[in-house]
């Protein structure tokens, strides 16, 4: 998962205007909350999800440990015990406290918590107003916001499985999700080559998209739209889910171990589908791109369809074209490559970087973002991952052949 | 356990006076909950466990379903969707929430539910006001009210629970579970003989603890007191949980899966053992009664020190007699009976009764009371019952030979 | 289990006759394994249950560690590995191979299984013929026969188990369990009184059967044969899994958690039921009597049918009164006692003893026997005990009222 | 795992010479089960093993299903249960026995597989000397034999992993998995540039090896021979198990949930490492290559020896170019590719192909072969696949830098 590495920072980031993107971005974290009350921010709906607070702690955690400590004259820890609470990394940075019990942290309160908010987000300003913004000092503070916005979508995902438990249905916000339309398919065809793959190393950047590298491509094409949900249904009432020459084995397995026959939040009900999004429980929207689907289902319908899924360098050269709708904004777009170092590739030093790459086996590679994704956090270059069985993302399906 | 079941009162309860006990008894509920935050309220820590908001949404449930529906003209659910969300049952009185995911119902709020509360409240004592109050209302609001009693001790189980899995060691409150001092253990000698069991059927009674029946006892003896911290803390000196030879085979296999080697809430910290408790953390008392230990730790710890755990009917005919102290409101004493239904027990008919000793099978019965009983709610002839791995609950520890 | 335990005899046997006694148990053994191959004697079908080579071999490392080395002049072991091999004991006599994996030992084979016998027989006759069969060498192998006559029994029920997994129905005996008529159902009554409960000391007994004491009966009625396969069909019929009215809590858990809606080896083919036996698949025999039942079965059943199961003093005070059929040789009958020390009961000392007991919880006792059981071996006082789950012993249900 | 897919021939296979080739491939299976007995063929270790005799059976099943049944006039099943028993294929050609059982076949017993076999095989034979080798039956016959050979690998692999469960390290066969020698360590250079992967076409080949493509491969090295024992002996003395900072996230959580802190049959006996093998146990060899290593041990040991794994693409690219020790025969070598469809690649048509690209997820790529790998059955092109928790394999590690 995003949230979980990938955190240096290769590019330098000037320090005007790093104030004002502090306090928004900060700013942002906390209303996302808002509609919330204490309960929904404290619970924790699965091992892979995080309470809405902690993520609120986690980020501020973040700053305090890789900023204040290293940067603010007499730094002392707002409160040791947050230390271990909120640490999410191994041993680079001391105990942690288990994953899966994140949810039984009633204390520290959400109060306590956007103290502890305010208390860092004050002692950063400081360092910046003193003028200290250096490269180093600079490029930290922008590694920490592109942290938190990574964790600004978790906070979404997670309070959207977190709802999705509740028989009452309950509604985050009456205007979230809302529905886009979708053109007719075409398909785009791309002649072979060698192309270049990987971030070139102007403005921010996670280490995981360089080194920049060339790949050779044979030809392909691609559709121009994600998948929609009117399509997706056609899948499941031809059976799609019954039959399991379109599954890969252990997508097979894991549909019936798990009991699945549709998108994580699509609901039957008096035979019409509904599904369950952070607005509530509405009717099936049958031209939005069908969402919440694991990798395993995006690649039976793909081999239903007569199609199969990109891999991450077909998509970001094709990326690089103009032609292709829902880029970006609709839903992260599973592809058939695993989570890999590039060519080069070298983690970072220090606690930062200590476990650059280790999540790099057994996930495979999404590519551009989601209707979760803050403004401006992700771009043509970008890798997100999950491992196959990840349904509670916002992940959809574009095609290839 | 106790709120599971055996809910069927075979007494005859006076109308007089019971809107008053059932005012004191719906409060003390609410005051229970007044320590804690709306987030402590609704974190469920384990699947045994419940989040107390489900307490007092349960309790109210009852008062709804087996009260207000048979007896207000009229009747109107306070909100449909509560009657699955807080029932408890099986398919008797329709469906409800899986149990393990009481802690996802993050709506309705804590306010929410004492609006159901009083909602409920206002109509039962509308009812009691009415002068209705025959046999079986009376009846059946005094069962409500010894129901809502379990769950008063449990808010008070859960609720530890959840605080001892916080690194903070939060407090419930400052003054709970003082320390009670104990005296030199002696044994008190019984002479065989034919004696009765159960209750009498003057007052309120649980069906369980019927019908009165004959039992032979051969001669016996029982500790005048529980087992001690001190004594406790010196069969772990002695290598108490390393020694097979002590342990019921599947109490070995037990410790050893769960990697159990103290009781539940001790923690050794620098060298010496210290105690989670309602309060906090604090010393052990040396002198105070061992609680939350499992069965298989009492059987043990009674086969270390030559002796062995009473059963049920020893402990009832001796509760008769005198001479022993800590008999209640010390800890929960575990008996070496299976919780098993008296000669001529039958279940009673209808919803409340459905279920009847379907709990009667690999559990083994308990006797007395524990600091978090309520008060007057337990007897000399009450059974209350756990599986044999329980160790959340205030069990303690009487020797027999 | 049987075999797990319960294995000090407290009686003295006289050494005439001993060494006819012992020729003929140890051969019956390696009758049992005739019909199979090395491949049915080789394999596990669960971790309860053991290989027949298996227990071939742990009832020689019996007589070889209790009895050859504390009675045999210069005594050396057969083969060192097979003391940890074919150990069922904890502690007190060295290491064990672990349970789950007795099915991997192919070595030793079968054949050196046979040697192995073969030299211990030949050794312990030797001790016999030398003159020294005094009490205690007497005594301890008396024990060592009771002890492979219950895993004759288990070598039985384990095989069953093992063939009835393959699809071709292997047949073991075409004479196995033959099937016994069984004539109406009628109920003998039983006066309330004192009744002395126990083994009385003359012959062979296992130590749980003792101390014999007294117990009060409550008036009571048994049902004077067992329940049928075609009464059993009737439950099935009325939707006895169906209904959880009928089920204790657990039970309708553990029918459903393990999908179980008929007897174990029932199987419906074309719309009838037929059985799977020691004989093959053979049509269901109407009046025979049901086996292959659990604890929750029998209890449902029971419940189903308006009655319960007896007690285990009801069972053994009624056998020895005559007037009831099928206490012996028919099924074991589930009682519903919990398997516990009767009062006054001492562990004895040393290996042998070292684990008295350490069965007694959570399992429930069953009386009489099975067409498994060897000629002699049960007894009105015997006490048999699986935990509630179990179904591939053959155990049936004896109704009481 | 190579034998459950990829089992499409693409070439044309000549009949000459066909009829002896069938005959060594088909008596080189039953040569492998000489040395055991019938027990040791009838076990199953693990579900990801199988029993020797269900190798056996399946491999002629598939001659049966696949070549009689569509060739043979009048063709009639041996038996028809084995239909059923032997078939590991999902719905194409029916109902299978479940994977998890295999052992529990004790029936039908070795000789009747044995006699399976001789009746297929001269069914076969008589098929090929009627002359109607065509393209067809000689390429399934030729799929059959590729097939059967990559059973005769699992083979030995299964029975080792079955032997070493056993405390008597049993020997397979003493001149089993001989020590090769191994030179100095060398690192060779290869130039950037684009290259083809794939088979070209001649002779046999699987058809997940195609369709050749091409590929850019930066510059990379390649080191000459594999790490040996001595060298991931290093790495344990090292602390590499013990320091997360060389794994994956999901490795270290893999070996601290396995209890695994060296490679699957390393054992450390007064103080030094021996190892388990086909000829017993011995003393650890220092300079043999390391083998039995998960893909997370081969990930962790490169780390930490500041390399990486290969792509499978370099290995195959280098395969070309000689000057490289050890690409055969000394153990299948982890390549960080996780197995995914070439550029092109499309599934065969029916119940042969049904399946093919089934496996194509979260399994990596191994290159090269093993001592247990039939001689002519791999290639340059040759792709190998497990999970990465796979151990029981003969898996080593090549390094890239």
């Known amino acids: 998962m995003l949230a979980r590495s990938d955190l240096t920072a290769g590019a330098v980031v000037s320090g005007v205007g790093l104030a004002e993107q502090f306090v928004a971005v900060r700013r942002h974290s906390v209303g996302l909350a808002?509609?919330?009350?204490?309960?929904?921010?404290?619970?924790q709906s699965m091992p892979d999800a995080s309470p809405v607070k902690w993520h609120l702690a986690h980020t501020t955690w973040f700053f305090e440990t890789f900023i204040l400590e290293k940067f603010e004259p007499g730094f002392a820890p707002f409160d040791t015990a947050f230390r271990v609470l909120f640490n999410s990394y191994y041993n680079g940075v001391g105990e942690k406290h288990p994953r899966p019990?994140?949810?039984?942290?009633?204390?520290?309160?959400?109060?306590?918590?956007?103290?502890?908010?305010?208390?860092v987000d004050a002692r950063v300003l400081a360092l910046l107003e003193d003028g200290v913004a250096d490269g180093e000092l600079a490029e930290l503070i922008t590694l920490g916001l592109q942290h938190e916005q990574q964790h600004q979508e978790l906070m979404l995902t997670d309070v959207k499985h977190l709802l999705s438990l509740n028989p009452l249905?309950?509604?985050?916000?009456?205007?979230a999700e809302p529905v886009a339309a979708a053109g007719a398919l075409r398909w785009l065809e791309f002649a072979p080559g060698v192309v270049e793959i990987?971030?070139?190393?102007?403005?921010f950047y996670f280490d995981n998209e360089t080194p920049r590298h060339r790949q050779f491509l044979e030809p392909y094409r691609l559709a121009t739209r994600l998948v929609t949900n009117a399509e997706y249904a056609?899948?499941?009432?031809?059976?799609?889910y019954r039959e399991p020459c379109f599954w890969l084995a252990e997508g097979w397995d894991f549909i019936r171990a798990?009991?699945?026959?549709a998108?994580?939040?699509?609901?039957?009900?008096?035979?019409?589908?509904?599904?369950?999004?952070?607005a509530g429980l509405r009717d099936l929207a049958p031209d939005a791109p069908v969402r919440h689907v694991s990798y395993f289902e995006a690649a039976a319908y793909a081999s239903w369809a007569g199609a199969r899924l990109p891999t991450e360098a077909e998509w970001e050269h094709a990326a690089g074209t103009g032609?292709?709708?829902?880029?970006?904004?609709?839903?992260?777009?599973?592809?058939?490559?695993s989570y890999a170092p590039y060519p080069g590739f070298a983690a970072a030093a220090g606690a930062i970087g200590e476990y650059n790459g280790k999540f790099m086996v057994n996930q495979y590679v999404l590519r551009g973002s989601s209707p979760a994704t803050p403004a401006g956090h992700s771009r043509v270059t970008y890798r997100n991952f999950f491992p196959t069985g990840a349904r509670w993302q916002f992940t959809g399906i574009r095609l290839a052949m």
């Open 34 to 43: 808002a509609p919330l009350s204490d309960e929904d921010c404290g619970a």
């Open 101 to 119: 019990r994140r949810g039984m942290l009633t204390r520290p309160s959400r109060a306590e918590v956007l103290a502890y908010r305010e208390s």
């Open 169 to 175: 249905f309950p509604v985050y916000r009456a205007d």
């Open 198 to 203: 990987g971030h070139r190393g102007e403005g």
């Open 234 to 240: 056609a899948f499941i009432d031809a059976g799609g």
């Open 258 to 261: 798990e009991d699945i026959s």
């Open 263 to 278: 998108p994580l939040y699509w609901r039957k009900i008096d035979g019409a589908w509904r599904e369950f999004c952070l």
């Open 323 to 337: 032609g292709l709708a829902q880029m970006f904004g609709a839903a992260w777009q599973w592809t058939s490559s």
